[in-house]
T-cell receptor
Framework: ETGVTQTPRHLVMGMTNKKSLKCEQH?????MYWYKQSAKKPLELMFV???????ENNSVPSRFSPECPNSSHLFLHLHTLQPEDSALYLC???????????????FGPGTRLTVL | TQLLEQSPQFLSIQEGENLTVYCNSS?????LQWYRQEPGEGPVLLVT?????EVKKLKRLTFQFGDARKDSSLHITAAQPGDTGLYLC?????????????FGKGTKLSVKP
């Protein structure tokens, strides 16, 4: 498999459930990201990891807990979510974490999350 | 706070028509990127423009970066149903992390046969 893969593609959960989203990149990249995409809002960066170390956390509620066990895998653990957390959650990776016009981000297909 | 405003928000046209979508900001960016996102998929990078006034062509798509590096446009000639999708612009600045990549809300394009 190539590129960035995400599982599951769709997830429906109740507010009291605990679930996890998984992301895997097959590109040999050192940086990985979680984004939230909601209707009528720009893509919101949630977490940034560089070589398994979290380098950025954009004021995300504690009910979202990221985990990066190695540079190829990224998880987002979810617990006691709210209906307003329903969105498309996108994972992305890039060669390095610093910005440059040559440091392209590659996105996975996303997990469509619905919180009932 | 850096913001990118995209217009129009929605665009529905017939196959064969031309269209232009815009990405504007009051801030200067080192470069701007354009992504296309198809339903059920993640965004895919189309192009990166880095020099003020730069024009890049990708088949029927023409991308322009404003002279002041605050705005960009995407022009599609003879649109086809396969062009349907959400077009996102994203601005970045040198010296920061990828967390400094700012996205617009996108333009949702529908091209009808």
């Amino acid at each position: 498999e190539t590129g960035v893969t995400q599982t599951p593609r769709h997830l429906v959960m109740g507010m009291t459930n605990k679930k996890s989203l998984k992301c895997e990149q097959h590109l040999g990249h050192n940086a990985m990201y979680w984004y939230k995409q909601s209707a009528k809002k720009p893509l919101e960066l949630m977490f940034v990891y560089s070589l398994e170390e979290r380098v950025e956390n954009n004021s995300v509620p504690s009910r979202f807990s990221p985990e990066c066990p190695n540079s190829s895998h990224l998880f987002l653990h979810l617990h006691t979510l709210q209906p307003e957390d329903s969105a498309l959650y996108l994972c992305a990776s890039s060669q390095e974490v610093y910005w440059s016009s040559y440091n392209e981000q590659f996105f996975g297909p996303g997990t469509r999350l619905t919180v009932l | 706070t850096q913001l990118l405003e995209q217009s129009p928000q929605f665009l529905s046209i017939q196959e064969g028509e031309n269209l232009t979508v815009y990405c504007n900001s009051s801030s200067v960016f080192s470069s701007l990127q354009w992504y296309r996102q198809e339903p059920g998929e993640g965004p895919v990078l189309l192009v990166t423009v880095v020099t003020g006034g730069e024009v890049k062509k990708l088949k029927r798509l023409t991308f322009q970066f404003g002279d002041a590096r605050k705005d960009s446009s995407l022009h599609i000639t003879a649109a086809q149903p396969g062009d349907t999708g959400l077009y996102l612009c994203a601005g970045g600045s040198y010296g920061g992390s990828q967390g400094n990549l700012i996205f617009g809300k996108g333009t949702k394009l529908s091209v009808k046969p």
